[in-house]
């Protein structure tokens, strides 16, 4: 070894950088396993669902039962993901000649394991074809050992010079192939086996001299299931054509950066520092592109890569390759993992937003289905309702419509008739008498007229009566129905359906006289009366004369009052009947939902209790490893504060912030891991707004109070001091209505997020220097659809209801009641009201009572009014919160324009 007192650091050094990654990749490794056992769950509970209600009724599926195929991972992320996990770090030699290569290994061991310079013998490169080494793999064993073997297959008998007796250096002869060996010989590697500790964590293997190996085929190997640190030893000031053209091929089979590590030539003087900044070397690989030309990559110190974009680079002394190596394999070894943990995340957020989604969905369609089947039932009745009165309330009209339609038809039919051309009846030209049966046929043909064009107008008549109610109730009522079997599966279109028939059966064909089949029944059988009637004793000729007298008997047979009496009545039997198969259909829908909904109800709660907590642990652990390994595990300063979940330390900085807070949470048990994860994926969710705390970041800490438990580690903004301590040193009217305005301000916008806070107190709202309000500890933060109806926060600011565990975000405007009374006091002295208390369950009965902070006589009355409509025991009489801010707005320019005039006057008067 050139340089021992370097290999101590360097060893220690590259030991540690690949400790790390294999100790996080087992992390990485384990969520994975889990992710995948997690998605291939849901998709043997849920995928097959839609498919096994197929009877009807009640057994059809949940309507989100299909959605939740949404849920899963894609194939082409599952597949980078595992060949990450299952990839194992090795370090590649390669260089201009065996000499070089093999001082670079020695170099990273620590030992002279391998011979040097004179010792090598023989051309390597390029230059000669003299040098025949084989492929080395350096591999970690109890014993030291040596062994050829074909890659990634077996053990080949073979006497080696090593096992005739001890050494120290390999023997120059077990590097060599020899001419006499056979074919698998000479493919074989050389696997040296020792007890070092970076072999431990690391394979390394060492190129063949390309004179027995092309380059891209000694790389066939790296290709799949490790994952290279590539180090390539440079003696000579230039690489020669046959050295780039390897290069060439190293880049094209293998997509990782190289590190170039200048190895000085022992019989050469190595390079003055000044002639290092720009050496011919590092030149020509900028020029080629193969290393970058900024210069963060300098020949003497360690690169300046920015995660995600690293190049190659070159470093120009063996002296110096502990700055430039170690940072080297960290970014390589950390791109690679926070790559994968990224992606990891990604799936996780993305999937848990759709868990998130569906759970809005669920809550929606059990909420607003039996609204919507309620409503359809209540419009049906109202449309009935209307028909019926239009049926009595018109038979006197449609009486004097018709015999005004008839009265003014009544000549233009009787022409119509007369010149009436009958169809299938052989006329005689000299008017002979005609059979009885043919007479009939006319008087039919007759008849037809006469009906075809009375029903025609009276129908157009009827229609405009009743037209109105297609839109206002029948469009009304199908686009109901249309999301009733939307919502339904496919197992109940058949009924929804049927149901849509009735309606357009009964209320638009019959109401509104499309086909006017009603009324031509109707007038066929007063036509039959007719008929009866007309008696002859000899057939008659059929003159124009005669048709004309069988039109008139027919129209004065008609008594528009029995006519319109039998509309009437026939539409309202109609009617009743379509009302009835209505009502019937409708409870059949109704009980198909009522089992859907119950099977939804089902889903909607495993969703909440199981599928997205234990998802949004596993994106915790995701999110965290990925930023752990990007901005390491952050100090713990002193403790700045303790709560019923965690302990606040100083942070004095992460990731490039600094001052910051640090809250540890050690969970107890699954569920507290869980919603913990799910809680922290609501709050790094959010945009970041300036009212709110930012989250920079968590990382899990397996060795937190000593090893002895698991702590995940939430590093946020640190602010100057709580409201509580802000208030207790004192503040202005002003600063307090600003800080009022300012809470107001971030619970708005959490609500617009479809988060709830609850947990709204004095110790929440964190104060700048210019105390000006941030609301933090969103550690009870949740979209209304994903709670679970938990009684959480803190006693006094608890509004009644959340006793039911049915509650929305009016819940947090009863909170800000509360803490508006604090902040108009002025003080931190509890409100007499609760101060009485002597235990929680007390206070609770109290505040379900009624009972609520009593009035200070410094309050302003507008101020009070505003505290007493925030708490109001009925949540739906709580001011909306859009209300609530511009009340504020006006009372604090009020109070502080009153406050600036009563100073100028006193300023005046001094």
């Keep these: 070894m050139e340089n021992p007192q370097k290999a101590g650091p360097l060893l220690r050094d590259l030991?540690?950088?690949?400790?790390?990654?294999?100790?996080?990749?087992?992390?990485?490794?384990?969520?994975?396993?889990?992710?995948?056992?997690?998605?291939?769950?849901?998709?043997?509970?849920?995928?097959?669902?839609?498919?096994?209600?197929?009877?009807?009724?009640?057994?059809?599926?949940?309507?989100?039962?299909?959605?939740?195929?949404?849920?899963?991972?894609?194939?082409?992320?599952?597949?980078?993901?595992?060949?990450?996990?299952?990839?194992?770090?090795?370090?590649?030699?390669?260089?201009?000649?065996?000499?070089?290569?093999?001082?670079?290994?020695?170099?990273?061991?620590?030992?002279?394991?391998?011979?040097?310079?004179?010792?090598?013998?023989?051309?390597?490169?390029?230059?000669?074809?003299?040098?025949?080494?084989?492929?080395?793999?350096?591999?970690?064993?109890?014993?030291?050992?040596?062994?050829?073997a074909l890659p990634g297959q077996y053990e080949l008998v073979h006497q080696l010079a090593?096992?005739?007796?001890?050494?120290?250096?390999?023997?120059?002869?077990?590097?060599?192939?020899?001419?006499?060996?056979?074919?698998?010989?000479?493919?074989?590697?050389?696997?040296?086996?020792?007890?070092?500790?970076?072999?431990?964590?690391?394979?390394?293997?060492?190129?063949?001299?390309?004179?027995?190996?092309?380059?891209?085929?000694?790389?066939?190997?790296?290709?799949?299931?490790?994952?290279?640190?590539?180090?390539?030893?440079?003696?000579?000031?230039?690489?020669?054509?046959?050295?780039?053209?390897?290069?060439?091929?190293?880049?094209?089979?293998?997509?990782?950066?190289?590190?170039?590590?200048?190895?000085?030539?022992?019989?050469?003087?190595?390079?003055?520092?000044?002639?290092?900044?720009?050496?011919?070397?590092?030149?020509?690989?900028?020029d080629l592109q193969l290393i970058g030309s900024a210069a963060g990559n300098c020949a003497c110190g360690a690169p300046a890569q920015t995660p995600g974009k690293m190049q190659s680079i070159l470093g120009e002394s063996l002296?110096?390759?502990?700055?430039?190596?170690?940072?080297?394999?960290?970014?390589?070894?950390?791109?690679?993992?926070?790559?994968?943990?990224?992606?990891?995340?990604?799936?996780h957020c993305r999937c848990l937003d759709l868990f998130i989604n569906q759970a809005f969905d669920m809550q929606r369609d059990l909420?607003?289905?039996?609204?919507?089947?309620?409503?359809?039932?209540?419009?049906?009745?109202?449309?009935?309702?209307?028909?019926?009165?239009?049926?009595n309330r018109k038979q006197e009209e449609m009486k004097e419509m018709i015999v005004e339609t008839l009265a003014s038809m009544k000549e233009q039919l009787l022409e119509d008739a007369a010149n009436l051309e009958f169809t299938d009846i052989i006329m005689t030209s000299n008017s002979e008498p005609m059979s009885s049966k043919d007479i009939k046929v006319c008087i039919n043909q007759i008849q037809d007229l006469i009906v075809i064009r009375l029903n025609q107008a009276v129908a157009n008549k009827l229609t405009s009566s009743v037209d109105y109610l297609r839109e206002?109730?029948?469009?009304?009522?199908?686009?109901?129905?249309?999301?009733?079997?939307?919502?339904?599966?496919?197992?109940?279109?058949?009924?929804?359906?049927?149901?849509?028939?009735?309606?357009?059966?009964?209320?638009?064909?019959?109401?509104?006289?499309?086909?006017?089949?009603?009324?031509?029944?109707?007038?066929?059988?007063?036509?039959?009366?007719?008929?009866?009637?007309?008696?002859?004793?000899?057939?008659?000729?059929?003159?124009?004369?005669?048709?004309?007298?069988?039109?008139?008997?027919?129209?004065?047979?008609?008594?528009?009052?029995?006519?319109a009496k039998s509309i009437c009545s026939q539409f309202r039997t109609r009617l009743n009947s379509s009302h009835e198969a209505f009502a019937a259909s409708l409870r059949q829908l109704e009980e198909g939902h009522t089992g859907r909904l119950e099977r939804t109800e089902d889903l909607w709660l495993r969703v909440r209790k199981d599928h997205a907590p234990r998802l949004a642990r596993l994106s915790l652990e995701s999110r965290s490893l990925r930023d752990i390994l990007l901005h390491g595990k952050p100090k713990l300063g002193r403790e700045l504060g303790r709560g019923q979940y965690g302990v606040v330390y100083l942070c004095d900085s992460w990731a490039g912030r600094h001052p910051c807070a640090l809250k540890s949470v050690v969970p107890p048990d699954d569920k507290h891991w869980n919603d913990l994860a799910l809680e922290f994926h609501y709050t790094r969710s959010l945009p970041k707004h300036e009212r709110l705390v930012n989250l920079h970041g968590s990382v899990i800490d397996h060795s937190y109070?000593?090893?002895?438990?698991?702590?995940?580690?939430?590093?946020?903004?640190?602010?100057?001091?709580?409201?509580?301590?802000?208030?207790?040193?004192?503040?202005?009217?002003?600063?307090?209505?600003?800080?009022?305005?300012d809470v107001v301000e971030g619970i708005r916008f959490l609500h617009g997020q479809g988060l709830l806070h609850r947990d709204i107190k004095l110790k929440n709202v964190l104060l700048d220097k210019q105390n000006r309000a941030k609301i933090t500890d969103l550690g009870f933060c949740k979209p209304e659809a994903m709670m679970s109806g938990s009684i959480v926060g803190t006693p006094i600011h608890m509004a009644p209801e959340l006793f039911t565990g049915k509650y929305d975000n009016s819940v947090d405007v009863y909170a800000f009641g509360i803490l508006f009374w604090y902040l108009c006091s002025g003080s931190v002295k509890l409100p007499e009201a609760f101060e009485k208390c002597s235990s929680k369950d007390q206070l609770w009965t109290n505040v379900k009572k009624g009972s609520r902070p009593e009035r200070l006589s410094s309050f302003d009355e507008e101020c009070w009014q505003l505290m007493e409509a925030c708490w109001n025991g009925d949540p739906s009489q709580r001011p909306l919160l859009g209300i609530v801010q511009p009340s504020l707005q006006s009372i604090m320019d009020r109070l502080c324009h009153n406050s600036d005039q009563k100073s100028a006057n006193l300023e005046d008067s001094n």
Excluded at 521 to 547: C, D, G, M, Y
Excluded at 707 to 736: F, N
Aim: aromatic share 6%.
């Design 15 to 148: 030991t540690r950088a690949f400790s790390h990654y294999n100790r996080h990749s087992v992390f990485l490794k384990k969520n994975l396993k889990e992710t995948t056992v997690f998605f291939r769950e849901i998709r043997q509970n849920h995928s097959n669902t839609c498919g096994g209600g197929g009877g009807g009724g009640a057994s059809g599926p949940a309507p989100d039962s299909g959605q939740l195929g949404c849920i899963s991972f894609p194939r082409h992320d599952e597949d980078y993901l595992q060949n990450v996990v299952n990839s194992a770090p090795y370090i590649l030699i390669l260089g201009q000649d065996c000499s070089a290569r093999y001082q670079l290994l020695n170099c990273l061991l620590g030992e002279r394991l391998l011979p040097l310079g004179a010792e090598v013998g023989g051309a390597c490169g390029a230059e000669g074809g003299a040098c025949r080494r084989r492929k080395l793999c350096f591999t970690h064993g109890r014993q030291t050992r040596l062994s050829l």
């Design 319 to 347: 002296e110096r390759v502990h700055r430039v190596l170690v940072p080297f394999t960290r970014q390589v070894l950390q791109n690679q993992q926070v790559e994968a943990a990224a992606l990891l995340n990604a799936v």
């Design 705 to 741: 109070g000593g090893g002895s438990s698991i702590a995940v580690l939430l590093i946020m903004e640190r602010l100057h001091r709580d409201l509580y301590t802000g208030l207790k040193a004192g503040l202005s009217l002003k600063e307090r209505l600003q800080i009022a305005l």
């Design 162 to 286: 090593a096992h005739c007796g001890r050494w120290d250096t390999v023997p120059q002869q077990d590097l060599e192939i020899q001419e006499c060996e056979d074919p698998a010989q000479r493919l074989a590697e050389l696997e040296i086996t020792l007890h070092h500790p970076l072999l431990q964590e690391v394979k390394i293997m060492v190129l063949p001299c390309r004179n027995v190996q092309p380059v891209e085929e000694a790389l066939e190997d790296c290709r799949r299931g490790i994952l290279p640190i590539i180090l390539y030893a440079v003696s000579k000031d230039t690489l020669s054509a046959e050295q780039l053209e390897d290069l060439r091929k190293v880049r094209e089979t293998l997509t990782y950066p190289v590190c170039f590590l200048r190895i000085p030539d022992a019989m050469a003087h190595e390079l003055r520092p000044a002639e290092k900044e720009r050496s011919a070397l590092f030149t020509q690989l900028a």
């Design 367 to 391: 909420q607003i289905t039996p609204r919507r089947l309620e409503y359809t039932r209540e419009k049906e009745g109202e449309l009935f309702s209307s028909l019926m009165a239009i049926a």
């Design 472 to 563: 206002s109730f029948v469009g009304t009522l199908e686009r109901c129905l249309g999301s009733l079997e939307k919502s339904e599966s496919c197992a109940h279109n058949v009924t929804s359906n049927h149901l849509k028939q009735i309606l357009n059966a009964a209320y638009h064909v019959e109401v509104t006289f499309h086909s006017g089949s009603s009324v031509t029944r109707l007038f066929w059988e007063q036509i039959k009366q007719i008929i009866h009637r007309i008696t002859w004793v000899n057939p008659p000729s059929v003159t124009a004369e005669w048709k004309r007298k069988v039109a008139q008997d027919a129209i004065e047979s008609l008594s528009a009052a029995k006519l």
